[in-house]
């Protein structure tokens, strides 16, 4: 599949932030139906599901978040997290293409735990594009 890499790499910040290697590519069944888990880990008796996609465009990755929201909340109960990482950039013509994705799912989900959107920025500031590895905002969400 051309997203694996952003599992693999995924998979290896968050082992990076946390000290503990994640669940990567899980395949699963859930009331008759088959799913694929990108990252998972369980911390602090708490789910964590993340969805990765190479994707760029923002319906598709307002689809994939809820979907992946759903997924952790079946999966792991009311308390699970979840979050997609996907190459939605900060700005477009209109403005903060990345703000609004957030701000739109912020509005509509009303899940005791918020949704989160990891974007090309963040992408950026994990890789060390502009200096050494920040992967402070993947930790803070990993400790919420």
């Given at each position: 599949m051309k997203g694996d890499w952003l599992e693999v790499a995924v998979a290896k910040w968050v082992e990076d932030a946390t000290?503990?290697?994640?669940?990567?590519?899980?395949d699963c069944w859930l009331n008759n139906?088959?799913?694929?888990v990108d990252v998972a880990m369980v911390r602090a008796h708490r789910l964590y599901v993340i969805s990765?996609?190479?994707?760029?465009?923002?319906?598709?990755?307002?689809?994939?978040?809820?979907e992946v929201a759903m997924r952790a909340r079946q999966l792991g109960g009311d308390l699970?997290?979840?979050a997609l990482v996907c190459l939605i950039d900060g700005h477009d013509s209109q403005g903060k293409y990345i703000d609004r994705l957030r701000g739109d799912v912020a509005s509509v989900w009303e899940a005791p735990n918020k949704l989160q959107v990891f974007g090309l920025a963040d992408?950026?500031?994990w890789t060390a594009t502009a200096?050494?590895?920040?992967?402070?905002?993947?930790?803070r969400w990993l400790d919420s």
């Open positions: 000290g503990t290697r994640p669940f990567q590519g899980i139906h088959q799913l694929e990765c996609t190479t994707d760029d465009k923002k319906g598709l990755c307002k689809t994939k978040l809820f699970a997290r979840s992408l950026r500031e200096g050494s590895p920040n992967l402070d905002s993947l930790k």
